[in-house]
T-cell receptor
Framework: GENVEQHPSTLSVQEGDSAVIKCTYSDSASNYFPWYKQELGKGPQLIIDIRSNVGEKKDQRIAVTLNKTAKHFSLHITETQPEDSAVYFCAASSRGSTLGRLYFGRGTQLTVWP | NAGVTQTPKFRVLKTGQSMTLLCAQDMNHEYMYWYRQDPGMGLRLIHYSVGEGTTAKGEVPDGYNVSRLKKQNFLLGLESAAPSQTSVYFC????????????FGPGTRLTVL
């Protein structure tokens, strides 16, 4: 099955700085890559996703890039704010699998210091 | 819309006891999932359902059973709880398979003593 690795496991940045989280995947058939944000005591919530026919997608301060050849994708958060502090999960999914199930990375704890 | 709700929010069990976690969604989604979240392990799929009356095993199904008698509900059962099942359990639902957003519930924190 798919194996998704995520780095770093923890990330601390000063307010206003940028944050980058990187993920790699193993299954070349994977074609959907969502990012979830989990705030303390809550369930994960989708913040952005990208499909394999696109190399980059942006939504205000958040962007995701995908390199299919290298099998890695990254989340970029610019002008970070304290409310960006949370655990971020990357995931990968393959249309070829029975369920199209999501394979999650182990998460990155982002802390934004004011 | 309430989205995805989970009952209970917290529970403490003794080893060997049984319990059922209830997940309900009001979005008319076909697909429902149960995950467990452990520190440093991300989210691991326990069981899932692709429609009413269907269930299937995920990545870590041992010690758990599920039922989907109604489209809006997905139940996760622990027949004989073990300390290794101490975790936070999340239910999710989605309209379709790959490429569709999964909506997560708020989670159930279970401690097995």
């Amino acid at each position: 099955g798919e194996n998704v690795e995520q780095h770093p496991s923890t990330l601390s940045v000063q307010e206003g700085d940028s944050a980058v989280i990187k993920c790699t995947y193993s299954d070349s058939a994977s074609n959907y890559f969502p990012w979830y944000k989990q705030e303390l005591g809550k369930g994960p919530q989708l913040i952005i996703d990208i499909r394999s026919n696109v190399g980059e997608k942006k939504d205000q301060r958040i962007a995701v890039t995908l390199n299919k050849t290298a099998k890695h994708f990254s989340l970029h958060i610019t002008e970070t704010q304290p409310e960006d502090s949370a655990v971020y999960f990357c995931a990968a999914s393959s249309r070829g699998s029975t369920l199209g199930r999501l394979y999650f990375g182990r998460g990155t704890q982002l802390t934004v210091w004011p | 819309n309430a989205g995805v709700t989970q009952t209970p929010k917290f529970r403490v069990l003794k080893t060997g006891q049984s319990m059922t976690l209830l997940c309900a969604q009001d979005m008319n989604h076909e697909y429902m999932y149960w995950y467990r979240q452990d520190p440093g392990m991300g989210l691991r799929l326990i069981h899932y359902s692709v429609g009413e009356g269907t269930t299937a095993k995920g990545e870590v199904p041992d010690g758990y059973n599920v039922s989907r008698l109604k489209k809006q509900n997905f139940l996760l059962g622990l027949e004989s709880a073990a300390p290794s099942q101490t975790s936070v359990y999340f239910c999710a639902s989605s309209y379709g398979t790959s490429g569709y957003e999964q909506f997560f519930g708020p989670g159930t924190r279970l401690t097995v003593l």
